[in-house]
């Protein structure tokens, strides 16, 4: 797929070369320092903002599916897979009831990804945030894509805790930083029960 600016230009540059670069920005008034659910409190400063490396430093899977450890992993390290997605944790108990990953098993990123994958992600998405509702006592989840680290196109699912109104909304991953984590084996069980539940409707479970 093809992306050209219509208006000519460059809108990420023009708005780059108006950055403070080498400075301090303020916090501004009613910015997330101030927000009732941003963890931290005390005396934080913004960071000084750097200059833009360019080009950008490759992602991990960048020269495709043969450089992608995505790609290489077993299906075995995942909780639930079928023909086309599979569904991971994370290694380690997160500060959350559950936190996961969808994936489409080929080696694709959002803007390639085939008609027939893209039109199967948002019942996948359903699919698997049903899943995470299913442990009980899960108020939302929150579906997040960032991309920066990985070209292999991968899909977080946090489960914030009901009733846990401070972790509601876009900090609730910094949230999952901080708060205590469960026992392994918890963290094991709940992976368990996901896994079952995702395979009741087709796929294989693998924990």
Wanted: net charge negative; charged share 20%.
């Amino acid at each position: 797929m093809t992306i050209t600016n219509p208006a000519g230009g460059s809108a990420g540059a023009d708005y780059v070369a108006g950055l403070p670069i080498g400075e301090r920005p303020p916090f501004p008034a009613g910015g997330a320092p101030s927000w009732d659910i941003f963890p931290y409190e005390g005396d934080l400063k913004v960071r000084v903002l750097r200059a833009p490396e360019l080009s950008e430093p490759p992602r991990e899977g960048e020269d495709g599916p043969e450089a992608c450890a995505q790609c290489a992993r077993p299906d075995a390290d995942f909780l639930w897979t079928d023909e086309h997605w599979r569904l991971s944790s994370m290694d380690e108990p997160a500060g959350l009831p559950a936190v996961v990953l969808l994936q489409p098993r080929a080696h694709h990123d959002l803007l390639d990804l085939p008609a027939e994958r893209s039109a199967e992600l948002g019942p996948m998405l359903q699919r698997v945030e049903a899943a995470l509702l299913a442990l009980g006592g899960i108020g939302r989840v929150h579906v997040n894509r960032w991309g920066d680290g990985a070209a292999h196109l991968h899909l977080w699912l946090i489960a914030r805790p009901e009733g846990m109104a401070q972790l509601r909304g876009s900090t609730l991953p910094l949230w999952m930083d901080v708060l205590p984590k469960p026992s392994d084996e918890a963290w094991a069980a709940t992976a368990s029960r996901i896994a079952a539940v995702m395979a009741a409707e087709g796929g294989t479970a693998h924990v």
